[in-house]
């Protein structure tokens, strides 16, 4: 697609100084899609370089992670913190564990997180972080000891009021206690605010375990009121079976929809009951075991190796797994198998190619840096209760959510209608998200 010449500048400036980042080239590519009206309509949004100073981070730190497995053998790790933009508030988004991070995953996730934050109101600004560390098959106190050399490096970066880390792929509760754990060890400080997703014993938030999976059913089913329509009696499809599928999975059959497969990279289950979400948890949370084990316990269900879950028949898709998951041949499939909504509970799991035809295609497409945002909004409520030294009920907190995702889905729609382009959540999400970093931006000055 077609883009204003003088962001056409700017994006030619990333891929000279970003090399082999495609994942990042590709995140920046679709916001300066998106913003070119925005830009057309009101030229002060590409003045003094704002558009270039957004693409480029304030801080990259690069880290060794030295640490010691089980059996004596000595591992180095490659450790990172994209510390992106702070307009809006202290840096704040997850880190991620795996064996494919490299520097153009942990500046895409943190570019998207910029905007994605923006989009929720509430007052953070945007990072990421992680290592190319493959946590599978590694024992328990491997795990322990891997997050505190990472986080004896990460401490002194990070801070309530300055950047503020939680959970990503392969980081969960476990990790972020462990992660706690040394950061208080080092810092002689019991500061809570500098880590989300903690347990509620250390500060943690009630819902945030869910937030991210729940708010992307809430985000569904908010797109489907907008047609008139709702989740109850929906046939769904999610990918994935990590912290975003399961709570999905739960809120979607909550919501009265039937989520009958989800995924994990080996391969997906197909139950035509509708996943039990109690199974799955006991799985993945308790034993910590491969998904093709459901159909140990669930012998109506099928384990289907080695293909993709998108070629089962679905109303409404939720990706919850990884980057670039759907490309154009999924979004094909979906399509002409019924398809007519997409809420992305991953990062970027759909492919520009995939976007295109999803929104030719006449379906509802959420993409993730509005759909999911519930994770991080319940995290800038996890760092409220933190300042205050308070706790929430569930049910509480469970509200504000559900009225965070509604005010997120309003906006896109509402901003894609004032540019001319209705229904298009892709437009509504950059260009509301952009123009707030923008402002914040413009009104510190040259910084
Ligand atoms: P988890 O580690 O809990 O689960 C990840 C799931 O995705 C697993 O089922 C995993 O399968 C699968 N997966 C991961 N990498 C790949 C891959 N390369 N190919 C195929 N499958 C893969 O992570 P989360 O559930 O936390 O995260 C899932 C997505 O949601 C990510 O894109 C993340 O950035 C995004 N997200 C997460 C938020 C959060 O609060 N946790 C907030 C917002 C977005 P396997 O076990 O086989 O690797
Ligand atoms: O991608 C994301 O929004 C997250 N992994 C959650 C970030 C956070 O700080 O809660």
């Not at 370089?49 to 180095?76: A, L, M, T």
């Not at 047609?227 to 399961?246: E, H, I």
């Not at 012998?299 to 154009?328: K, L």
Request: hydrophobic residues 35%; aromatic residues 8%; proline residues 4%.
């Amino acid at each position: 697609m077609p883009i204003h010449e003088r962001l056409e500048q700017v994006y030619s400036e990333v891929l000279a100084r970003n090399p082999g980042e495609d994942e990042f080239h590709q995140a920046v590519r679709e916001v300066l899609e998106s913003i070119s009206p925005a830009v057309g309509k009101h030229p002060q949004y590409a003045d003094a370089k704002i558009v270039s100073r957004i693409c480029e981070p304030e801080r990259q730190i690069i880290f060794r992670v030295p640490w010691e497995d089980d059996n004596g053998e000595i591992h180095i790790n490659r450790g990172f913190r994209m510390e992106f933009n702070s307009a809006l508030g202290p840096y704040k988004g997850g880190l991620r564990f795996h064996p494919s991070v490299y520097l153009g995953i942990v500046k895409f996730l943190g570019f998207e997180q910029i905007f994605k934050n923006a989009l929720t109101g509430l007052p953070i600004g945007g990072g990421k972080g992680g290592s190319d560390f493959d946590p599978k098959g590694r024992s328990d106190r491997e795990i322990m000891r891997f997050c505190q050399s990472f986080m004896t490096e990460l401490h002194r970066h990070i801070g309530e009021y300055t950047d503020v880390p939680a959970g990503d792929i392969g980081v969960g509760g476990r990790e972020i206690g462990y992660l706690f754990g040394q950061f208080k060890r080092i810092t002689n400080r019991y500061e809570s605010g500098v880590l989300t997703g903690k347990s509620l014993i250390h500060g943690g938030a009630q819902v945030r375990t869910e937030a991210t999976g729940y708010g992307t059913a809430y985000f569904a089913n908010e797109m489907l009121a907008a047609r008139g329509d709702s989740l109850a009696g929906k046939t769904v499809v999610v990918s994935g079976s990590g912290n975003v599928a399961v709570y999905a999975i739960e809120k979607v059959h909550q919501l009265g929809g039937r989520v009958v497969a989800c995924s994990d990279s080996a391969g997906y289950v197909l139950d035509p009951k509708g996943i039990d979400v109690g199974l799955l948890k006991e799985i993945k949370e308790v034993r910590r075991a491969r998904l093709s084990t459901y159909v140990d316990a669930a012998s109506h269900a099928e384990y289907v190796d080695g293909r993709q879950v998108w070629e089962v028949p679905c109303e409404v898709a939720m990706p919850s797994a990884t980057q670039n998951e759907i490309t154009g041949k999924e979004a094909r499939l979906l399509v002409d198998n019924g398809c007519t909504v997409v809420a992305e509970g991953a990062n970027m799991p759909t492919t520009p190619e995939g976007v295109r035809i999803f929104q030719d295609g006449g379906v509802a497409f959420g993409p993730g840096k509005a759909a999911n945002a519930g994770g991080v909004a319940t995290s800038a409520l996890e760092m409220q209760q933190n300042a205050s030294r308070d706790s929430w009920s569930f049910e509480y907190s469970e509200d504000r959510l559900e009225e965070i995702m509604r005010g997120i889905h309003s906006r896109c729609l509402r901003t894609a209608e004032e540019y001319g382009m209705p229904g298009d959540y892709v437009a509504g999400a950059n260009i509301a998200a952009y123009t707030r970093v923008a402002d914040a931006m413009l009104a510190l000055g040259l910084i």
